[in-house]
């Protein structure tokens, strides 16, 4: 392939941070329009969990498999598919009329936007082939993860309000349209080489699919149904038997979706568990905040989302800094420090109590994000760099899926942890107190006192709980050793 000149570089840049940052402004978007959502369409919150675990089942299952796609048929094919059905899905989310069709259609746009991070990271891995250039261009794009955080909120609240919330959904229409024409215009197609064959592991897919809705869907739905109930057995028993049934599919394919391979490169599985570690701690323990918001501090919903903003700048700001550090410091010092900041600003959310202003939860915020985003480009790059770049799209891809898996691991183990807490709380903190009033009012006011101080109390033990979990989880990067980086990349090119 000849050296394509610096501008085209960064314009083919642009072109996948367009269409990360849709995706994941999307997400944020519809976040904000589900209570209008549930007004007109006369839903109960529970039913509209549902919109959003259809969309985490279909992401997280198809994520592996467009990145083998990617691999195989061409990244740029891929990217422009994806970017397709998500601009159909959002148009029939648009016209959605009850919560079936919502779901469907919601549906249908997670499988259009699973595309876009593996095959975006590939096309970066090619586009950038220097090892410095490559991590300033990760640490941009990574940027842009967070900057759907910031805009989210200021572009979906005057939206919902002034539009309702079907124009969350046609937004993405005219800035679908301009990222596929940049697509078309800049990115040159490429794939693995000698991996365009006609065969695609369709059984390995199947299995991995039906692993991954059995695990997401207990981990969404376990608090509810209860850990132990028949629906909870069922599911741990289709994860068991589906994932031998595919790990038996992928050791004898000749072209397996998952290259098991990957998991013999001790910097690859580090990277990986480093990644859960984080997002399952940051997850687990960035759910609770809006909740806490809202319950103790009075703020509404659009308040609470505002609490994230200097959040997503911290990112933005961390993300390319650490990028710039690839190939200066070992990848293992800065995600061990990236990693140590952001559990310690998690662990600051345990000082959190009914008199907290909005300002204390936004420095720890700060904090955290800063810390994650600081060793994101570091991640991505080690990935890209110990793998084969015949299959940078798959490896890509179990990236992040780890990430997804993490974080509803987080959220159900911690949301799992929080109301246990709060009920033995509730038990012990009654237990040592005492009212001397057969006054009704008096006894009302006593009892919501001890739920109060219960909740808080168990919102501080998560918060520490999940900060260890991080620090701790840090210090296991630094038995991380990564070879020379390769800046040599072998595609095929049309």
Not at 51 to 60: Q, V
Not at 153 to 162: A, C, M, T, Y
Not at 202 to 223: E, I, K, N, R, Y
Not at 257 to 269: C, E, Q, S, T, Y
């Amino acid at each position: 392939m000849e050296e394509q000149s610096s501008n085209l570089k960064w314009w083919i840049l642009l072109t996948v941070i367009i269409g990360t940052f849709l995706g994941r402004l999307d997400q944020t978007i519809v976040n904000l329009a589900l209570p209008k959502i549930i007004n007109d369409f006369s839903i109960s919150v529970s039913a509209a969990g549902w919109i959003a675990t259809a969309y985490i089942l279909a992401n997280a299952v198809f994520v592996p498999i467009w990145g083998k796609l990617g691999d195989t048929i061409g990244r740029k094919k891929v990217y422009i598919l994806g970017f397709g059905m998500f601009i159909v899905g959002s148009v029939l989310a648009g016209l959605a009329w009850n919560l079936s069709s919502m779901i469907v259609f919601r549906v249908v746009q997670a499988i259009a936007g699973s595309a876009d991070y593996p095959t975006a990271m590939a096309i970066i891995a090619v586009t950038f082939k220097g090892a410095k250039e490559r991590a300033q261009a990760l640490g941009i794009w990574s940027s842009s993860f967070a900057a759907a955080s910031v805009f989210g909120p200021l572009i979906g609240g005057p939206l919902i309000d002034n539009f309702g919330w079907r124009s969350v959904f046609f937004i993405n229409i005219p800035v679908g349209i301009v990222g596929i024409l940049m697509a078309l215009a800049f990115i040159h197609e490429s794939r693995a080489e000698g991996q365009a064959t006609h065969y695609f592991d369709w059984w390995g897919a199947l299995s991995l699919g039906g692993t991954l809705s059995a695990l997401v869907l207990v981990l969404d739905q376990g608090p509810e149904w209860g850990w132990l109930s028949g629906a909870s057995i069922l599911c741990y028993a289709l994860i068991v038997a589906l994932f031998w049934i595919f790990i038996e599919i992928e050791r004898r394919v000749s072209e397996p979706i998952v290259d098991l391979k990957f998991f013999k490169i001790p910097a690859f599985v580090n990277t990986l568990g480093n990644n859960f570690i984080v997002f399952m701690g940051m997850m687990g323990g960035l759910f609770l905040i809006p909740i806490f918001a809202q319950s103790f501090l009075g703020d509404n919903a659009t308040q609470a989302g505002y609490l994230f903003m200097p959040m997503a700048a911290a990112l933005m700001l961390a993300a390319p800094l650490g990028g710039s550090l690839i190939g200066r410091v070992q990848a293992r010092y800065v995600i061990f420090a990236s990693t140590l900041v952001a559990g310690i600003g998690i662990f600051f959310f345990s000082f959190l109590d009914a008199r907290s202003t909005a300002w204390s939860i936004m420095w720890p915020l700060c904090i955290m994000a800063f810390g994650m985003g600081f060793g994101m480009a570091q991640r991505t790059n080690i990935i890209a760099s110990v793998v084969d770049q015949n299959e940078i799209g798959i490896a890509s891809s179990i990236l992040a899926l780890a990430r997804n898996v993490a974080g509803a691991f987080g959220i159900a183990l911690f949301g799992t942890i929080l109301n246990n807490r709060i009920e033995s709380n509730i038990l012990r903190i009654n237990a040592q107190s005492w009212v001397h009033s057969n006054v009704p009012a008096d006894i009302s006011s006593y009892i919501a006192l001890v739920i109060s101080k219960a909740q808080i109390d168990a919102y501080d033990y998560v918060f520490v709980l999940s900060s260890v979990i991080v620090i701790v989880g840090s210090f296991f990067i630094l038995t991380m050793k990564v070879g020379k980086e390769r800046s040599d990349v072998t595609v095929h090119v049309e």
